[in-house]
């Protein structure tokens, strides 16, 4: 990977995730079971080692969401490796309705003890907690809706939007939402990079044109045919420096400012654009 995407400048923690944790900490003692929504594309990536601790000792189940957006068979690949590590997994489109009703099927089995427990003492109606963690940007809200199978809770278009904690109540379910939180520093530098391809860190903290560079030299070396068929790219082209690989690309949609420069700035914004709307197919960025 190359290193277009400034490791320093996407080291971040602004005070919101900070406090959003410690709720979660406080939180997490009552509610029964987690869900922690993870990104299809970049299931690893997506995984927050802050939430990953503080979730540890309660029932939770994996849920990679925009399935939709992702490879399925790196899909079926990412639920084996949960499954064999013991964690129920399952694979999620929240843009779908009744998306829930697996999800649903999913959390009851794995607090089938706690409601026998319950039911034995009489208990049975009482009401199921769920706290769902992730990353910004992950699907939160939309995925809420989908447990619903109605438009209860208002989907917010940007990452990193400050937002409350907040109770829905879903038939059975008491569904706890929580703002989307990132980590204060990250592993590596894919990780960022692939956090920030997605749009899981907010795009003004960052340079779209070294974003879009990373991004170029990803495909290219993932899924050179794709990029190169989305853009019309010859053999030669695919071989081009990053900067001037985007500015080929901005070439080839007729992207040029006066005396005939390419507007690098618009292709870096149509290139991670279409690739965060799976418009060079469905693609996921790791494997197990
Ligand atoms: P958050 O609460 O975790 O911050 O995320 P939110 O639900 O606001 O979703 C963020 C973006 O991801 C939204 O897109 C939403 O539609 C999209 N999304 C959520 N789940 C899925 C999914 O399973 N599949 C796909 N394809 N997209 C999903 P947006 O472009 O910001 O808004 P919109 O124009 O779609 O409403």
Partial sequence: MSENVNHKNIQWFPGHMARTLRVMEQEVRHVDV??????????RSSLNPEIERITA???????????????????????????????????????????????????????????????????????????LAGIPNVGKSTFINSFAGSARA????????????????????????????LWKKFDSLETASNLAFIGSIKDDILDVESLAMSLADEMRRM????????????AEDLELEPYELLEQI????????????VDTERAARVL???FRAAKMGRITLERP
């Fill in 34 to 43: 987690v869900l922690i929504l993870l990104d299809a594309r970049i299931p």
């Fill in 57 to 131: 000792g309660k029932p939770h189940l994996y849920l990679l969401n925009k399935a939709d957006l992702a490879d399925p068979d790196a899909t079926a690949q990412w639920v084996r490796y949960f499954t064999r590590n013991g964690d129920a997994c399952l694979a999620v489109n929240s843009k779908k309705r009744s998306g829930g009703v697996p999800v649903r099927k999913a959390i009851d089995e794995e607090l089938a003890g706690l409601l026998a427990r319950r039911a034995g003492k009489g208990m049975s109606g009482a009401r199921i907690r769920v706290m």
């Fill in 154 to 181: 208002k989907a917010e278009d940007r990452p990193g939007v400050t937002r409350g904690k907040q109770w829905v109540a879903v038939d059975g379910y008491d569904l706890l939402d929580m703002p989307g939180v």
């Fill in 223 to 234: 899924h050179p045919d794709r990029l190169a068929e989305r853009y019309k790219l010859s």
């Fill in 250 to 261: 901005g070439r080839r949609r007729g992207m040029l400012m006066s005396g005939g420069v």
């Fill in 272 to 274: 991670v654009d279409e």
